[in-house]
């Protein structure tokens, strides 16, 4: 019975059919149902008035623009003599108190050969944690009032407070050297 179908024209008696002439019938089926809606669809895409088209990008426009104030809100700059780099900023309160805080310049000291450090004029508030692994261009605060920028990567127990991470720490280590280096932190 499974190559058999109904044959309406001859009243209850089945007629086998071919699989493959039941799958052929069956496309055809399928494509004759889809065939008007993907018409009307087509037709109705062309048809399109053209003064509609940039409502959508206008809808979306302020979204753009909040994107990019957050964008710039949520990063800053870090100058090493003639070299720039881009801070993203990270999402605690001491982030935000530090940025507050810009423009500053720090004299920051030589450490352990992998790190600057230098105090902040005033406290930040802190949520320290140990990250276990520092990673080359992380700017932490460690206690309340030492910012703290890394550029090698290596193990630590020490406790610190995310203050933001260098975008490209390529060429930081060269850019700090190995002495003590004024660093300027601006918003642009």
């Known amino acids: 019975m499974a190559n058999e179908t109904f044959d309406a024209g001859k009243g209850s008696r089945y007629v086998p059919v071919p699989v493959a002439s039941r799958r052929h019938s069956w496309h055809l089926r399928v494509m004759r149902r889809l065939s008007l809606p993907l018409l009307l669809l087509a037709l ?14 206008a809808v979306a426009a302020p979204d753009a623009a909040q994107a990019s104030m957050r964008s710039e809100e949520s990063r ?73 920028v890394f550029y090698l990567t290596f193990d630590s127990p020490y406790s610190y407070t995310r203050l933001g991470r260098v975008d490209d720490p390529a060429g930081l280590a060269q850019a700090l050297g190995r002495r003590d280096v004024r660093v300027v932190f601006s918003k642009n």
């Open 76 to 148: 800053m700059w870090m100058i090493v003599g003639k070299r720039r780099f881009a801070i993203t900023v990270a999402d605690t309160d001491a982030a935000r108190a530090f940025a507050a805080m810009l423009p500053l310049t720090l004299d920051m000291e030589e450490l352990n050969g992998n790190e600057k450090h230098g105090e902040l004029p005033k406290a930040l508030p802190t949520d320290a944690n140990r990250p276990g692994t520092i990673r080359d261009g992380d700017l932490l605060l460690w206690g309340s009032r030492t910012v703290v």
């Open 44 to 57: 109705g895409g062309c048809n399109a008035d053209q003064s509609t088209a940039p409502a959508a990008p």
